[in-house]
């Protein structure tokens, strides 16, 4: 009776001792809640029949793409290769899921004459679209805390050779067997117990994923037991081809920096550059092969162990019956295959990435981030990336050398986005662009100097009653009154006062004492309004030096406050991300462009062509060295106290860009706006497409020809007329004769056409 009485009270516990395993295994296995790293994407590469594309440009972007470089066009034999002929490309386009769209691989020619897509066409009835997408450039992920990486695969949808490998290599009897196997386990214990220590362990796949998915790797009896419960419980709740789904997702094969290489879908593409849908005989062996010590038999380090287990796995396949004995010589014969070079852990871009991750963290929690799986498309142009990081390497060389500085001190950020949306299209955050440290595009807060004046000059044009762009001004000394009882003289950067001059000409040649005068007739609060209105967004305290560049900001601040110049005065908030999918290809949200009034269109259009004239006749004007005039460039140059800073801010009909150029310990690059930052502005600038920029004057703007020496109307036949634009109403009422002493103009029978703007500059400069 004692002994019935024991015997219940025994299979009582292990009934409840197991069913406790088996909460634990519903709980976790049903639901497949892996972490997974969301993933961020650039832009993708839309190519078109006209489009502006170098031959070494488009190959730069498909080696970022992870594209595999072949030298045969027969050798295109899977997804993910491509071959070039001079300008010639063939490719065997990769699947992907776009979101809106999903497309699959296809075969593709590219044609490029004098930098355009000449023509675009492919292989049997594949009808090529007007506009092709390239599967994007993987910028970067946001991984887990436990750091590890995965790519999900379903069992319909991987090379049946795999599974068969598998089962063939690990655990025969997996579909026979209930999870464990009694005889290998007792045949183990009886080497543990004379060993007195855990050295074999008999595994099933069922164990071996109760272990990963559940367990800890600790090597003790009561980890074992638990090993077996939690197997019996997988056995009994879900199927066998459940559980080899789950072990294909879960399994570790290697390393990676901190990022650790989970399942055979990312190790398909660590390995081999490619999807698991597209693995061969002797690939497939050698990734199965890791599973008996991926660290051991790492084949990048260790390429000669790797291809002695790959060889055992494939003589395992042949007497297995998986393969045919002339196939595993076949594999065998084949050399390992490994790519040297694979999908990076760490960001391409960290410090666009850094941007990215920003800006989801006023949305999301960073958890979230870094377990949902989300897909998150940016406006990254890899392109415009590369080429400002390569123009960075190449000027700040160039700038040591000719200034004799040390380029180890010098530090530089980019900032470049689209002048009509703000998307930012490149982020570089310092001289080493893949070091992901100190972004100095977002958080390196600098003195300005003279890229505030547009703000001082903007307000004053917005009284047109008072200031038009040949409103005289006085350029000669002023005295601002300090709080201590001092004065504050600012003084020109020539060390000279020029009298009475035209408005324009303050800015054009950022002269300081009359660019004072006019900011403090506005008033600093009216200044700091207009900053605001421009899309400075920090509360600030203005000081009269606040008025020649002493408040600070970031490289992107910068460019948030010159892209509402840019785009004519409306303003839209710097933005990286485009769309955001979850791992099911639903949408989670989209960031479409919003676009606000925030200033005058009038007073912006007449500032912009003092922007324009400043890179034509002013402290700009050797960027006509760099860049073609016929582009229209606007731009202003920032120096500061002692050359500490060197900044540039301009923008064409398609883009802004803003450079900073200095030195982290606040001393002195002995670089002026022109000479360093407006250096790397234009060698970038002349990398990418460009569009002219156009400026088109709106309703509330006329031109009116007046006389150059005096300011006042005038018959358009005079030597001197020229066209200005003025806000409407501000029109000079008074008129003058031909000035004294000029002959009326022979031309076209004394009907010349005035000169515009730009040319009164140039003339005026002479």
């Known amino acids: 009776m004692v002994f019935l009485v024991g015997l219940g009270g025994a299979g009582l516990a292990f009934y409840y001792y197991f069913q406790g395993f088996n909460r634990a295994v519903l709980e976790k296995f049903e639901a497949r809640l892996w972490e997974l790293p969301a993933r961020v994407y650039a832009r993708p590469l839309e190519l078109y029949p006209g489009l502006i594309l170098g031959s070494d440009m488009l190959e730069r972007e498909l080696n970022l793409m992870g594209y595999q470089k072949i030298s045969l066009p027969g050798n295109l034999d899977i997804p993910g290769k491509y071959n070039r002929m001079g300008n010639r490309f063939e490719l065997f386009c990769r699947p992907f899921d776009f979101g809106d769209k999903k497309v699959g691989s296809f075969w593709l020619e590219i044609k490029i004459e004098d930098g355009r897509v000449s023509g675009l066409k492919s292989r049997g009835n594949y009808n090529v679209p007007d506009m092709v997408r390239l599967d994007p450039v993987l910028v970067g992920s946001f991984y887990p805390a436990s750091k590890e990486d995965r790519i999900l695969v379903e069992m319909d949808k991987i090379p049946q050779l795999l599974p068969k490998t598998i089962i063939s290599v690990e655990d025969r009897r997996f579909y026979t067997h209930y999870g464990v196997e009694p005889k290998a386990i ?16 008999a595994s099933t796949i069922t164990q071996q994923l109760a272990r ?53 879908g990312l190790a398909s593409v660590f390995y081999f550059g490619k999807s698991i849908q597209n693995l061969k005989a002797h690939e497939v062996a050698l990734l199965v092969g890791l599973l008996k010590g991926p660290s051991y038999y790492n084949p990048r380090k260790y390429p000669d162990r790797a291809i002695n287990r790959r060889n055992t796995v494939l003589k395992t396949m042949a007497l297995q019956g998986v393969l045919s004995g002339g196939q595993a010589g076949e594999a065998r014969a084949m050399p390992l295959g490994v790519i040297k070079k694979p999908t990076r852990a760490n960001s391409l871009f960290p410090a666009y990435l850094d941007l990215v991750k920003r800006q989801l963290l006023k949305e999301y929690r960073e958890d979230d981030l870094r377990s949902m799986g989300l897909r998150i498309f940016t406006a990254l142009d890899p392109q415009v990336q590369l080429a400002a990081e390569l ?18 001190k010098l530090e530089v950020s980019v900032v470049v986005a689209a002048t009509g949306s703000n998307e930012i299209q490149a982020l570089v955050g310092g001289k080493i662009p893949h070091y992901n440290g100190f972004n100095r595009a977002l958080d390196a807060r600098r003195p300005i100097g003279s890229l505030i004046k547009p703000a001082i000059f903007l307000t004053a044009l917005g009284h047109p009653d008072t200031y038009t762009l040949v409103t005289r001004v006085n350029d000669g000394p002023v005295k601002v009154p300090m ?45 700091l309004e207009t900053l605001q209105k421009m899309g400075f967004q920090r509360q600030v305290a203005m000081y009269p030096s606040s008025l020649l560049g002493s408040l600070e900001m970031s490289p992107l601040e910068v460019a948030q406050i010159y892209q509402t110049l840019a785009s004519g005065g409306f303003y839209s908030s710097a933005r990286s991300i485009r769309t955001i999918y979850r791992p099911d290809g639903g949408l989670v949200q989209r960031y479409p462009l919003a676009i606000e009034q925030h200033l005058d269109l009038g007073a912006v259009f007449l500032l912009n062509k003092m922007l324009q004239a400043v890179v034509m006749e002013g402290t700009a004007k050797s960027l006509e060295k760099i860049l073609p005039q016929d582009l229209g460039v606007a731009g ?131």
């Open 212 to 264: 990963n998915f559940f367990l800890t790797k600790e090597k003790t009896w009561t980890r074992k037991l638990n090993e077996v419960f939690m197997s019996a419980a997988l056995e009994l709740n879900y199927t066998k081809d459940d559980i080899l789904e789950a072990y294909v997702n879960e399994v570790y094969l290697g390393q990676d920096g901190n990022r650790s290489i989970h399942g055979f």
């Open 483 to 527: 709080v201590d009882g001092g004065n504050w003289v600012p003084r020109n950067f020539d060390r000279k006062y020029h009298g009475q001059i035209p408005l324009y000409l303050a800015l054009v040649n950022s002269y300081n004492a009359s660019t004072v005068r006019i900011g403090m007739d506005m008033g600093l609060a009216q200044v």
């Open 186 to 201: 007792l045949r183990a214990l009886v080497v543990n117990l004379k060993k007195q220590e855990m050295t074999q362990g």
């Open 636 to 766: 202003k140059t920032g120096s500061t106290n002692n050359l500490k800073d060197s900044w540039f801010a301009g923008f064409t009909g398609n883009r802004l860009a803003v450079v900073w150029v200095g030195r982290d310990d606040n001393q002195s690059c002995n670089l002026t706006g022109s000479a360093g930052a407006m250096q790397i502005f234009g060698h970038l600038m002349g990398q990418i497409p460009n569009q002219p920029l156009a400026l088109v004057p709106p309703e509330n703007v006329e031109w009116a020809v007046i006389d150059a020496n005096t300011g006042f109307l005038s018959d358009e036949t005079c030597p001197n007329a020229m066209a200005i634009p003025f806000i409407s109403g501000s029109v000079p009422i008074k008129s003058v004769p031909c000035s004294p002493g000029a002959m009326p103009s022979k031309t076209s029978g004394g009907n010349k056409k005035p000169r515009y703007l730009i040319d009164w500059f140039r003339e005026f400069l002479k």
């Open 391 to 408: 123009t960075v390497e190449a000027q700040l060389d160039r700038l040591a050398v000719k200034k004799g500085l040390r380029k180890e």
